[in-house]
């Protein structure tokens, strides 16, 4: 049982590359979020998926799009990165939207 | 909108003695739940402790527990006998349960507290 599982753990990208980020979790829960970590400033939620074939944008959706492959997988993708970009990116899932949402490792980006 | 404070950057603590991080918060909804987490220098996002607004009694989780006011929307972490192992950055987080609010299910973070524990 490997909770939420994030890949890769880190990456650099040049301005205007794109990249995928991938989520999955064998928890068999409804929801998933994805959110980004920034030095003083918490996190904040990018994109959410309250159940599967749905999806909702956050406080800071801006510059990225998610898909929900399945129940598992939710993937976060940067078209054209910039380096406003360079986080922490942190996948997080949960059963239903009430309850504690657990969290992956996390993936570290750096844009150049 | 939601809106979660913790007016403490860092704090310091002896191995062994009791610490309090302090978060306040601003919300509209009259039903909701605090959530705790540690992040220790590893990165990752640790569950510690959950509150519902409606729970009378504040919750525990082994050394920690949540000492919640309600009135004064505060929902303060508190750590008894410290361990090395509790040096981290803590976030508060609160999560409205009102269905059919925008901010329904999602999940608000302050900008944390350092604690670092001295031996």
């Known amino acids: 049982n490997a909770g939420v599982t994030q890949t890769p753990k880190f990456q650099v990208l040049k301005t205007g590359q794109s990249m995928t980020l991938q989520c999955a979790q064998d928890?068999?829960?409804?929801?998933m979020y994805w959110y980004r970590q920034d030095p003083g400033m918490g996190l904040r939620l990018i994109y959410y998926s309250a159940s599967e074939g749905t999806t909702d944008k956050g406080e800071v959706p801006n510059g990225y799009n998610v898909s929900r492959l399945n129940k598992r997988e939710f993937s976060l993708r940067l078209e054209s990165a910039a380096p406003s970009q360079t986080s922490v990116y942190f996948c997080?899932?949960?059963?239903?939207?009430?309850?504690?949402?657990?969290f992956g490792p996390g993936t570290r980006l750096l844009v150049l | 909108a939601q809106k979660i404070t913790q007016t403490q950057p860092g704090m310091f603590v002896q191995e062994k003695e009791a610490v309090t991080l302090d978060c306040t918060y601003d919300t509209s909804d009259q039903s909701y739940g605090l959530f705790w987490y540690k992040q220790p220098s590893s990165g990752e996002m640790i569950f510690l402790i959950y509150q519902g607004s409606y729970d009378e009694q504040n919750a525990t989780e082994g050394r920690y527990s949540l000492n919640f006011q309600k009135a004064r929307k505060s929902a303060n972490l508190v750590i008894s006998a410290s361990q090395l192992g509790d040096s981290a950055m803590y976030f508060c987080?609160?999560?409205?349960?009102?269905?059919?609010?925008?901010?329904?299910?999602?999940?608000?973070f302050g900008q944390g507290t350092i604690l670092t524990v001295h031996p």
């Open positions: 928890m068999n829960h409804n929801s």
């Open positions: 987080a609160m999560r409205p349960f009102s269905a059919g609010g925008t901010s329904y299910g999602k999940l608000t």
């Open positions: 997080a899932s949960t059963r239903t939207q009430i309850e504690t949402q657990y």
